[in-house]
């Protein structure tokens, strides 16, 4: 599982210090985290989509 990991270049660390970044590096972070931020979005209705469905199966 660790392996998996290793060979992956990380992309923006919570908490991490920024001092060091360029302007054009902290971007490329804002548009990777927005990009992350979409997809707990899409997972968040599509979990939203499984309960209405699951509600409207039991109703029945």
């Not at 990991?5 to 210090?17: D, L, N, P, T």
């Not at 997972?43 to 699951?54: E, L, S, V």
């Amino acid at each position: 599982m660790d392996d998996e990991v290793i060979g992956k270049a990380r992309g923006h660390e919570i908490g991490s210090v920024l001092d060091a970044l360029s302007v054009t590096e902290l971007e490329a972070r804002i548009v990777l985290l927005e990009a992350e931020i979409e997809r707990l979005r899409a997972a968040i209705g599509a979990r939203g989509q499984t309960r209405k469905a699951a509600e409207a199966l039991f109703k029945l």
